[in-house]
């Protein structure tokens, strides 16, 4: 007769203590393509590149139309993800290059706080596969991912066409031959040395089922996996499998085989029971190479492409992945950026942003979770050491232009250009005499951005033999 009681005491305690439990903290994984085009996917209307899985990721999630990484190359680009600052406040927009080189001393500085410094202390596991490409770690250990809060890392120090053994044949463009054989790029477990050189053709299947490894053993906790594809960076690669699968050349190939890991994930992520709990983030690190010709990838309609601050060399694809808590087939046409991922991630993690230095991101999470939440970024700065261009809502004042991969001087326009990205996506159509309380207007908030660019000695003090002189 006892027992009843009892039982339903269980029952009532039970009830209550679920109903205090904070709900489960979602996984978040990042999966950054290298030089991925704007126009490269099948759900951002290549005709001949097929993109399956993306497709069917965007269809199940959000697609953005106007998303910016933060960078019109790789290295600012990727400091920018990993601490949601302009690079000009970490010192990785000052290299003489803009990007690091083999060679290069400088790294991201220890005084940055990454995005798996602050998930792992919330509950966290953290990993990476892929291209690190803040640091090499041959002068210096502190330049290694597992210095800046990966618990384990797969993947290669630098770009893929750094590096080529010495020796090799030149092909017609001077560079070495596309050939595995002549690249020395070497792969890194933690922080040994596991292949030199990597089998390129091999990287993006060895990465998948690194991460595949990642996402299973560590299921029945919170995780962040930042995924960094190596391609389709030129030199291109794809395995046996994918080599001639594509109506595009060997740069479908590549992404078609990029494609198929994005679809690998997923599938693994509903097979697993994860799918509900786990946010998944495509994007690409900047715009196509143009200048690599049939190589290089497609801005689509945009104007110009990767190391241009044209359309082109920032505007990339984007989608959001997460069934039951993303709205299935949403376009969203709000401003974001790269440098959003990191406070969004932090505030689903139940985490805490850092004190005391400028976050330039801005949580989205509101506007994934609700498609009709009104946008949360106003205005974006497209920047390395100097400022080139600002964005608000529709228009795009250009101060200066960097037109293309390798030009030493940009250009500089007095007066300014405007440009209506709404009307004129292509950037052909200057309306600066038209509309001039829209310059007078974004040379103010110009200004206000600009004295909030303060440097910080100490940490430009790491990059010294790469930098070049900082300007706002
Ligand atoms: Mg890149």
Redesign the pocket.
């Known amino acids: 007769m006892k027992a009843i009681p009892l039982i339903l005491a269980c029952l009532f305690c039970a009830a209550a203590l679920d109903a205090a439990s904070p709900p489960p903290k979602p996984n978040i994984i990042v999966i950054l393509a290298?030089?991925l085009g704007y126009g490269d996917l099948g759900c951002y209307g290549h005709p001949t590149i097929r993109t399956p899985h993306l497709d069917r990721m965007a269809a199940e999630g959000m697609r953005f139309t106007d998303f910016y990484s933060a960078a019109e190359?790789?290295t600012p680009?990727r400091a920018a993800l990993l601490t949601g600052r302009y690079p000009i406040r970490s010192g990785m927009a000052h290299n003489q290059f803009r990007v690091l080189r083999t060679r290069s001393t400088g790294h991201l500085p220890a005084e940055e706080i990454t995005l798996p410094e602050l998930l792992r202390p919330a509950g966290y596991t953290t990993g990476m596969v892929g291209k690190w490409h803040l640091g090499v770690w041959y002068f210096n250990p502190d330049g290694h991912p597992r210095r800046h809060g990966f618990d384990m890392f797969l993947g290669v120090p630098h770009?893929n066409d750094m590096d080529p053994t010495a020796g090799a044949p030149k092909g017609a463009s001077g560079r070495p031959d596309p050939n595995p054989a002549w690249w020395s790029v070497p792969l890194y477990r933690n922080e040994e040395l596991a292949a030199r050189p990597a089998d390129q053709t091999q990287l993006t299947r060895l990465y998948t089922e690194e991460a595949l490894k990642f996402i299973r053993d560590h299921k029945r906790q919170p995780f962040f996996l930042y995924f960094a594809h190596t391609f389709p960076?030129v030199p291109l690669f794809a395995s046996a499998q994918f080599r001639g699968s594509s109506r595009r050349g060997l740069y479908g190939d590549v992404v078609e085989e990029i494609d198929s890991s994005v679809g690998q994930i997923l599938e693994t992520l509903r097979r697993e029971g994860l799918a509900g709990n786990t946010l998944v983030f495509f994007t690409?690190?900047?715009g196509p190479w143009l200048i690599m010709n049939q190589q290089g990838g497609s801005a689509g309609l945009l104007r110009e492409g990767?190391g241009s601050t044209w359309e082109g060399g920032l505007r990339v694809p984007a989608i959001a992945w997460w069934p039951g808590r993303i709205k299935a087939g949403v376009v969203n046409t709000n401003l974001m950026s790269m440098l959003d991922l990191f406070p969004t991630a932090v505030k689903l993690a139940g985490a805490e942003l850092p004190r005391g230095r400028i976050i330039d991101g801005c949580d989205q999470s509101a506007a994934l979770l609700d498609s009709a939440r009104s946008p949360r970024r106003s205005m974006f700065y497209y920047r390395g050491t100097r400022l080139y261009a600002v964005r608000k809502d529709q228009w795009k004042l250009h101060l200066l232009t960097q037109k293309g991969y390798g030009q030493s001087q940009p250009d500089a326009h007095e007066p300014p250009l405007l440009f209506d990205l709404n009307a004129d996506p292509g950037e052909h159509f200057n309306l600066s005499t038209n509309h001039p309380a829209v310059v007078a207007s974004l040379l103010e908030e110009i200004e206000a951005h600009r004295a909030t660019i303060v440097p910080v000695p100490s940490q430009l003090e790491s990059l010294r033999q790469d930098n070049g002189v900082a300007s706002k």
């Open positions: 290298d030089d190359v790789c680009s770009s960076h690409s690190d900047n990767k």
